[in-house]
């Protein structure tokens, strides 16, 4: 029996990594078959792991929200999301929570994402789930962002900038994009013009724009560390743009020169979404 549960998570641990592997390289209907052979281990033995099962329809409902499949990723959520809540599963259920704020906000409705987040943020902080609060903080910023209120954005991930640092690669590319956008469209004049030095995150400081080719930076190698293409991709497309706009000519062909050596490559690998 203690054979078969081992061999049964080190397969899981082996189907998670495909799972996220898909996920970073755009290639959803893969990602998506890696959890439905993960929800199978939840019934491999005599006893049903509702644990096991729970993850994987999390994680298949993710999957199905980024090739853009929203009406089943909710379907799916809510469903899961009751078998969590019925089981005592505490930390899923938040994990629910936040994905469908994050579902709400992906399909525009950023105000019904609201009581999702807000919920997940302040149970995690109760439960000490520290890297469910930091990823609850940063999709209550992109609300924030969405709902036009950047300002109160920009201040919230300022508070919180240091509990980043604990949390995955993913996360932290994530994090640095939002800030470089909202410091960009926040502080006045950030990409030309002086600026007083202040120390900190976000800090602004002669030629702000020097701040937002900072965050882009970071979130360009932590992108390529994760082997996440997906963010990658943005953050060259990001750092071209503004190496641009802040007259560096010569970066801005090296960003865009890496971003058609990743766009080709993509290719090569074929279309992503539930066809790919």
């Known amino acids: 029996h203690l054979l078969l549960l081992r061999s049964k998570n080190i397969r899981g641990a082996e189907l998670m990594l495909d799972f996220h592997a898909a996920m970073y390289g ?10 439905e052979r993960m929800a199978l281990l939840s019934s491999t033995s005599q006893m049903f792991d509702v644990k096991i099962f729970v993850d994987a329809q999390l994680c298949r ?3 199905l929200m980024e090739a853009g499949e929203f009406e089943g990723a909710r379907d799916l959520l809510e469903a899961t999301f009751e078998v ?16 469908s704020g994050k579902l709400y906000l992906a399909i525009g409705e950023a105000q019904s994402a609201l009581p999702y987040v807000l919920s997940a943020l302040r149970q995690s902080e109760k439960m000490g789930m520290e890297l469910v609060r930091m990823e609850a903080v940063l999709s209550l910023a992109h609300i924030w962002h969405a709902l036009h209120q950047g300002p109160k954005a920009l201040s919230l991930l300022r508070r ?3 509990g980043f ?4 690669l993913e996360l932290r590319a994530r994090a640095n994009l939002l800030m470089a956008l909202l410091i960009d469209k926040n502080d006045k004049g950030s990409l030309g013009g002086k ?18 080719l900072v965050h882009l930076e970071a979130a ?7 082997g996440h293409t ?19 000519r010569e970066q801005r062909d090296t960003h865009a020169a890496e971003l058609n050596h990743l766009l080709r490559s993509k290719e090569r690998h074929g279309a992503i979404g539930l066809q790919g």
Do not use: N
């Open 165 to 168: 640092d604990k949390g995955s």
């Open 26 to 35: 755009g290639r959803y209907s893969e990602a998506v078959k890696a959890a």
């Open 195 to 212: 600026k007083e030095k202040r120390s900190g995150a976000g800090a602004r400081v002669k030629g702000g724009g020097e701040m937002v």
């Open 160 to 162: 919180h900038w240091g």
């Open 61 to 63: 409902s993710l999957a």
């Open 84 to 99: 969590a809540f019925r089981s005592g599963l505490r930390g899923e259920c938040l994990r629910g929570l936040l994905l």
């Open 230 to 248: 997906q963010i990658l991709m943005e953050a060259q497309w990001l750092l071209a743009v503004t190496c641009a706009r802040c007259g560096k």
């Open 220 to 226: 360009r190698e932590a992108a390529a560390r994760a």
